[in-house]
């Protein structure tokens, strides 16, 4: 069996009468490219927030290259190599994506307050920083403040600074969630060129993502695991398309969906 970088046993989270998760056990492999899918309320949000910290499950494991991380504070996951993005941008607007990527690769690196003179003075740097520009298609748009940016640009450079920090294990969350449909392809193309060495795992409502982009797909619903397995398997599983796809796979071939 291959080696899981991140792995779940049996995680619980309540709250009051409510079970958000139950006995959630998952298994994401060293360079996986792995969705997780679901109606809303299936718990998708509860297990991302239980594997990143900011929520303690009540029971059950989370572990990072085999190591328990189930109770660690979320800032030290992130130096372990467990980087997330949010459905909601968490950006600095008054920034540059060049200086948002200049702070995001000096923290790395120990740079701390002076993120600013290594981008001057530090080779090494500012070649990283143009680097992460041109693969999230950002270098025309290097210099301009972020909150000016198309939405879609938005969500390309909060992946570029959860790549920024060289994760071992990314959790994108929703990247295309309100894309305008003529900036999505940028989100499809980025996520698809994703550095093969990092493991990633997809939570996502557009289905045409979904299927372009994982090798291997978990679906929930009501807070448990419905079931897994390879896209074409999860593409003619009647239970899901029952419970969440409905007709959107109907006459799709194999790993591909329509609708």
């Not at 989270?13 to 899918?37: D, M, Q």
């Not at 600013?116 to 992460?132: T, V």
Request: proline share 5%; hydrophobic share 45%; with cysteine.
């Amino acid at each position: 069996m291959s080696d899981a970088i991140l792995q779940t046993r049996a995680l619980v989270k309540r709250f009051g009468g409510i079970v958000a998760t139950s006995e959630v056990s998952l298994r994401v492999e060293r360079g996986a490219r792995h969705a997780l899918i679901g109606p809303n309320g299936a718990g998708k949000t509860t297990l991302i927030n239980q594997l990143t910290g900011v929520l303690a499950p009540d029971s059950g494991q989370v572990l990072l290259g085999g190591q328990d991380i189930t109770t660690m504070a979320p800032h030290r996951r992130v130096a372990l190599g467990l980087v997330r993005t949010f459905q909601i941008n968490q950006l600095f607007d008054s920034l540059t994506p060049l200086q948002s990527l200049a702070l995001a690769v000096t923290s790395r690196t120990g740079g701390g307050a002076q993120w600013w003179r290594p981008l001057g003075s530090d080779r090494a740097i500012g070649d990283q920083c143009e680097s992460l520009l041109a693969q999230f298609r950002l270098l025309d748009h290097a210099e301009q403040r972020t909150s000016e940016l198309p939405y879609g640009k938005r969500r390309l450079l909060e992946i570029g600074l959860a790549v920024a920090m060289q994760p071992k294990v990314l959790l994108l969350d929703e990247p295309a969630a309100g894309v305008p449909a003529a900036e999505r392809q940028d989100i499809l193309d980025t996520v698809a060129g994703l550095p093969q060495d990092v493991s990633v795992l997809l939570i996502e409502h557009d289905m045409d993502l979904v299927f372009s982009f994982a090798r291997h797909i978990t679906v929930m619903v009501n807070g448990a695991v419905l079931t897994e397995g390879p896209p074409s398997q999860i593409a003619a599983d009647p239970r899901v398309k029952a419970v969440y796809l409905g007709d959107a796979l109907e006459g799709s071939s194999p790993g591909v969906a329509h609708g």
